[in-house]
Structures are given as C-alpha cells and as structure tokens.
C-alpha cells in the first residue's frame, strides 16, 4: 500500500479522494413485465474506492454481466441508482475502461490502430496517445507489435491488447467481463500476474467479473460474493493477502481459507436447490 | 497446388480439348455453321478485329457494362444500407424488393427499350436493374453482419451512430459488399448483352444477333471468345480490388463460394 498516495493523484482529482469512485444503491433489475418479469438483480449495494481492485464472483446466471453492463452504462437499471465520482450512469461515459471475454479487436486496424480505438471515438489526442500506447504496450510485453494485425497474435496476446485499450484513455475505472474466461487454463494465470503487474503498476480501480474463485482470491483487494436468481450480494470478502502475490500463494492456508469461504456460499447454494 | 507444373498442365489441358475440338469437326465433318473448327473461330476473330469492326462494338458494350454497374451498384448499396439501419424503411420496403426480386429481370428488357429508346440509356438502365440486386442484398446482410460484442464495445466508448456505422458496421461489411460487387459486375455485362438482343445499334450483341442472321457460326464464337475475356477481366479487377482491401478477411479466399448470395437475373 505504499504507493496509495500516487494512486489517488493518477486515479482521480485531490478533492475528491475521499469519496468512492464507484457507489451503487439499492440498485435492481428486473426483465419483462412486472408479473411474468425475470428479476436480475436485487438491491445490490457496494462501494469501491479509488485504486481498488473488486472481484464479483458467481455462478452463471448470477446476473453479474448485467450488473456490470449497467455499470458500463449499456442498460439501464430498473431501481436504485450507480453512481461514478458522484455522478450517475445513465449512459455509455468516455471515462470507462471495458475488456470483454472475448479480445474483440478489429481485424482490419493494427494492434496500434486497435489500441487507439478510444482516442479515434472520442477525438482524443492521436499523436499525444500514441507514445502512452507504445509505453502501455511495453509493459504488457507486447514492444514491437504495434504494426502487427490481431489475426498475427495468440490468444493471450489479443487480450493484452484489448486490455491496453481499455486504459488508453485514461479512465475512471476499468470494467472486465471474464477478461479470461476463453484461455486456456496456463496462459490464464500468466494474465492474472501480468494483470496484477499492470494494476500494481497503474493502481486502475477495477470490477472484475470471474467465476473462477481462485482467480477472484488471487487478484481482487476484496472479493463480491453473488448468489443467482435474483443476483444478490450475499459476502464481502476482504483479501488480506500480501502484494505483489505469487502463483505460489495460491498453496498457502489464508488462500484456502479465502476461497473456502466464497466456495462456503455457492455449495450451500446446491443445497438449497437440491 | 499453385506450383509452375500445374499452371503448365493446366494449360496443355486446354489446348488438348482445343486440338480435340478442331480435330473432330474435320474428323466428322461437321458443317461450319454447325460446330465452326477453332482455326476457323480465330480466323473470324482476326477479321473482326483487323476491320475494327469488333473493337468498336466491343467498347460499346464495355462501356454499356460499367456505367449500368456503376449505376446498379450506388442504387443497390444506398438501398441496401437504408434496409439495414432503418426497421421502417425495411417494413414498408421489403416486400415490394421481395416481388420484384422474383420477377425475372430480362423479361424487363422491351419494355424498357420502350421508355429509354433503342440508345445508350435503355442498356445502363437494364444492367443497373440486373446488377443492382445482388449488391443491395449483400449490404444488407453485410451490414446486419457487425460482431455484437463489437457493437457493445463501440456504445462503451460512447461512440455515436455514425461513428458505430463507418468504423464498425461498414468495415464489417466488406467481405459481403465486395462478392456482391463481383455478382453485380458480371450481372450488368450480362443486363447489356440482353437490352443489345432486345433493340440496338451498336454493341457485340447486336453483331451476334446479324452474325447469326447471315449464318455466320464462327463468327458468334469469335465474339463469346470476346465476352468470356471481357468477363474474366472484369471480374478480376474487382477480384484484385477485394486482395487488397479484405487483407484481413481470412474468409477471403473462399468468398466466392462462401459469402457470395446473388439474386435471379
């Protein structure tokens, strides 16, 4: 935690330090009509402060995506309301990072042109943010691919892109989608170090949504327990465990005690379905 | 496959069927204005075209062919674009696309002779109304072809309509645009061939139509030997375009047989 006071500098202006970047109350979504409707979530509250990094957890179906595409201000929440540094989404905002499961690239720009896909949408700065692209491409071990096209790389490797995307312009918050979920088994863990190096590095606050709990334990600062049908926030899981964190913690006895305890929520889950 | 052996066999192929060909219609017999020998087709061909005579018809027909795609394809992209981005225009539109879709378009031909004359004007009409269809189905589908994640990511970067349409969708849309463009080309040679059958002054169905009136066999064969290399030329000319601007297609190679979806003539 000794570089926190850079963090907060990088992440967000001084004034507003104190408060959570990201606040959610009361929030509920529901599909379909009032009576046959499907509900999705249910009074999900949370807070997540600056630099954090928060891993939601859950079985499918546990509405985690909807929770996060309100959070990316795709859809709109039936009640409550999700607040980033204190102003609501209610639409898509140019201060949100997003990886999805998929690299969703675009085959027909470079890796650079891929990269800078944010800045061509917003009118941001091309020349100025193409040297952050370059440095933020060199630190995901991508140096001298920028003129490569997605189709040349691994699977990995597309994903490393898609994540230097995803903080090309500098957002609030970073919002993942099972950025992994589609590796294979090896190369996902080599993401989750390289992730952490990365958000070591650039201190992001960031959801990531997994339903892997090893992957939740290893990354995540506090990890979101939720329950399906309708997703509810059933623990807060807060990871003392020290950084940067080896592959090698996940042998230790407070890793399973970690994971014991998320794993606690879903078997007791089967139980009840049984 | 491609290796210099197989282009060479390839070759010896042809002029085996080619030598096969003269070979029997001496064999046999066969009269000129029948089945014409090969020797006598090029031999047809070199007059035509000493006398110009060919040339000058073949242009006009070239020229028939390109402006009726060019037309043909605006129409068929404009109206293939607003299909596929406006719901209201497909409900009102679509079923008077579907009717006349059915409808095979030759059949149009006299009565479009009728309304634009015998002259320049009916031909591109009738090669634009061949060569329109199959481009218009394309960009429909081309356009409805955009990856909905990718979609997702372009609304995350709060990116405009406009902005989702030439940066995503349009781009998306390429592979289908460019195998309609392929059909389309091919369509609106044949759109010109068939207006010079119908009512004409010029152009290489015109001089099929009196080759055939003076019994002149050899002398139509001379002029599908014109056509068939006009064919391959236009169509490799879209067919180089598409290399160089689907690189990233890696359907590409087999777009032909794949993505190509043309409509009846």
Redesign the interface.
């Known amino acids: 935690m000794s570089s926190l006071p850079a963090t907060v500098r990088e992440v967000m202006p001084a004034s507003a330090a104190a408060d959570p970047v990201i606040s959610v109350k009361g929030l509920t979504k529901s599909y379909g009509g009032q009576a046959g409707g499907v509900r999705a979530l249910e009074a999900i509250d949370f807070e997540i402060g600056a630099g954090e990094f928060v891993a939601i957890v859950g079985p499918s179906g546990c509405g985690k995506t909807t929770l996060l595409k309100i959070l990316?201000?795709?859809i709109p929440a039936s009640e409550g309301s999700a607040l980033l540094r204190g102003t609501p989404i209610l639409?898509?905002?140019?201060d949100?990072g997003?990886v999805?499961q998929?690299p969703?690239l675009?085959?027909?720009r470079t890796v650079l042109d891929n990269v800078l896909?944010?800045a061509?949408?917003?009118r941001l700065d091309r020349q100025r943010l193409r040297a952050t692209a370059l440095d933020l491409l060199c630190l995901v071990g991508l140096e001298g691919f920028e003129g490569r096209?997605p189709?040349e790389l691994s699977g990995g490797m597309q994903q490393r892109v898609a994540i230097v995307r995803a903080l090309i312009h500098d957002p609030a918050m970073l919002l993942m989608d099972e950025p992994f979920g589609a590796l294979d088994a090896m190369t996902r863990e080599q993401m989750n170090l390289e992730l952490q190096r990365i958000w070591l590095e650039r201190r992001k606050t960031v959801v990531f949504i997994t339903h892997s709990i090893p992957e939740a334990v290893f990354l995540a600062d506090r990890v979101l327990v939720m329950t399906p049908r309708p997703g509810r926030i059933a623990e807060t899981i807060a990871v003392e465990l020290p950084r940067p964190r080896s592959l090698d913690v996940m042998s230790t006895p407070p890793f399973g005690g970690y994971a014991l305890r998320v794993r606690h929520h879903f078997s007791a889950l089967g139980a009840l379905d049984a | 496959m491609n290796t210099y052996r197989n282009a060479a066999l390839r070759v010896l192929l042809m002029l085996a069927a080619v030598g096969l060909w003269e070979l029997c219609v001496r064999a046999f017999a066969v009269p000129v204005y029948v089945l014409p020998a090969p020797s006598s087709i090029v031999r047809a061909f070199y007059v035509g075209v000493s006398r110009l005579i060919y040339v000058q018809n073949a242009w006009i027909t070239l020229e028939e062919t390109l402006l009726g795609f060019a037309a043909g394809a605006s129409l068929g992209f404009m109206l293939g674009t607003a299909i596929a981005l406006s719901r209201r225009f497909e409900y009102f539109l679509y079923p008077s696309i579907v009717m006349f879709q059915a409808l095979p378009k030759v059949a149009l031909a006299p009565l479009i002779i009728l309304w634009f004359g015998v002259g320049l004007p009916s031909k591109i009409v009738t090669a634009a109304l061949i060569a329109f269809f199959p481009l218009m189905v394309n960009t429909v589908v081309g356009l409805r072809s955009a990856d909905e994640d990718r979609v997702n990511l372009m609304r995350s970067l709060d990116a405009s309509e406009a902005q989702i349409f030439w940066m995503l969708r349009l781009p998306s849309a390429l592979p289908f645009l460019m195998a309609g463009l392929e059909v389309a080309m091919i369509f609106a040679l044949i759109g010109a061939i068939v207006a010079e059958f119908v009512s004409a002054t010029a152009g290489l169905g015109v001089l099929i139509n009196s080759l055939n009136f003076s019994g002149d066999t050899a002398g139509i064969f001379s002029i599908l030997l014109i056509l068939a290399v006009m064919g391959l030329l236009l169509n490799s000319a879209i067919a180089s375009v598409r290399r160089r601007v689907l690189f990233w297609d890696a359907s590409q190679k087999s777009v032909t047989e794949g993505t190509r979806r043309g409509g009846t003539l």
Do not use: K
């Open positions: 990316a201000g795709l639409r898509p905002r140019r949100i997003m999805f998929a969703v675009f085959p027909w896909l944010p061509d949408v917003q096209y189709w």
